[in-house]
């Protein structure tokens, strides 16, 4: 007997108790289903928070204190520190910009009223990965003459003056520590709003002014530097680390360290790939359900085609002709429950896609993975009953009623 006559038999056989093939697929369904949407919701919101943390910049490294180490006043960080760090890296950087911020208020009629005000130097827009839509960058001048400037988001601007344009020249006024000053606005930024569904509202303002505004003592909490894209973050880290541990003199004793955001991606997917797989796992198990489902209907039918099993046995058929016969008939039946299992992964996906507003991702290794493993279910659970068909006594199975 040919392949093709056997699967012919084979979809005959299914097609012939329609409902019963049906429910034996259906555990496999089940289970490809569940593993193809958490791969693909998986991917989804792995990619959403990946392209969310890239905008903040890849390539801005923190310097700060070691959590366990302690620093006498000398071992501080200072403003000193970098302009240090900017002649001794100079080919390296974008900018060097203090960790300093202040909350405030703002004296305008909005409906959230508060701001923090964060330290920038030149070139922060780039710094900080923020795309300005009106007005310019802070200058040299700005930050060294200790000048009342400020860049804000543009939903900000949009409140106050009805557009970003409008809000270039014009001052804002905002009350911090009992003491209220105007700053001229000389820039906006797009706003981004975050997963939450709203942002906290960031001015920008010349480290040195807020220093002068707010009496910030120089000890600095952490250094934040940009660096060209053809920097190794990673290698950076430790230069800095070594640089800034030689300087304090307190090489060795491991007092400060660096992290930068492409650290933090690498750490969010690796974490996030092996929640799904965990997930995935755990879902595959009615994936075992569902082939013993297969193996359980293939006995059965062994059982109630045994008269035929004699005849064929009796006209010639070979122990293989029998065990090729039902073995394909099984895999048939996982084949299909694969498929129909995979097709409703891609519509789960897009479902639950959009109820999460995430980019559901079908990945490639979940479709092979869904059609090779169903295959593989038929195979390993078909081989008992097909093997039990084909060593059936042809005598014994004819006499059977």
């Known amino acids: 007997m040919s392949f093709l006559e056997s699967l012919k038999i084979a979809v005959s056989s299914i097609l012939s108790n329609k409902f019963r093939s049906f429910l034996t697929m259906l555990g496999l369904i089940i289970g490809i289903s ?20 890239n905008s903040l910049g890849t390539n801005v490294v923190t310097l700060q204190r070691s959590r366990s180490a302690t620093l006498t006043s000398s071992e501080q960080l200072t403003l000193e520190d970098i302009d240090s760090i900017k002649l001794r890296f100079k080919d390296d950087l974008v900018g060097v910009v203090p960790s300093i911020s202040v909350s405030g208020t703002l004296m305008e009629d909005v409906d959230d009223t508060s701001i923090t005000i964060s330290a920038a ?17 802070f200058y040299t001048q700005d930050v060294d003459n200790l000048k009342n400037n400020i860049i804000i988001s543009s939903d ?50 010349p480290y040195t002014t807020i220093q002068k505004n707010f009496n910030i003592r120089t000890s600095l909490s952490s250094i ?93 058929a070979k122990y293989s002709n029998i065990l090729m016969q039902f073995l394909i008939e099984s895999v048939v039946v996982s084949g299909l429950g694969g498929i129909i299992g995979t097709i409703l992964g891609f519509i789960f996906s897009g479902i639950a896609g959009n109820i999460m507003d995430v980019a559901a991702s079908v990945d490639i290794f979940a479709v092979l993975f869904a059609t090779l ?13 097909a093997s039990k068909a084909a060593k059936l006594d042809p005598i014994e199975a004819l006499r059977y009623e």
Request: aromatic fraction near 8%; avoid cysteine.
């Open 34 to 53: 569940s593993v193809v949407t958490i791969f693909a919701i998986g991917n989804g919101s792995q990619s959403s928070i990946e392209d969310q943390l």
């Open 121 to 137: 130097v030149e070139n922060i827009t780039t710094i900080e990965s923020l795309d300005l839509v009106a007005g310019r960058e």
């Open 156 to 205: 900000l601007a949009e409140s106050i003056y009805g557009s970003a344009a409008n809000a270039v020249g014009n001052k804002i006024f905002i009350t911090s520590q009992n003491n209220t000053l105007a700053y001229s606005v000389i820039g906006v930024y797009q706003s981004e709003e975050t997963n939450t569904g709203f942002s906290a509202e960031t001015g920008y303002v």
């Open 224 to 316: 934040k530097i940009a660096l060209k894209t053809d920097v190794d973050v990673s290698a950076f880290g430790d230069e800095v680390v070594n640089y800034i541990s030689a300087k304090k003199d307190n090489l060795g004793e491991d007092k400060y360290t660096t992290y930068s955001m492409e650290e933090q991606i690498e750490m969010i997917s690796s974490v996030l790939g092996s929640i799904t797989l965990l997930i995935s796992s755990i879902a595959a198990i009615s994936l075992v359900v569902g082939g013993i489902g297969v193996m359980n209907i293939m006995l059965v039918s062994v059982t109630e085609r045994t008269r035929e099993i004699g005849i064929r046995k009796a006209l010639g």
């Open 373 to 385: 493993f169903s295959s593989a279910i038929g195979i390993i659970f078909g081989v008992y009953p």
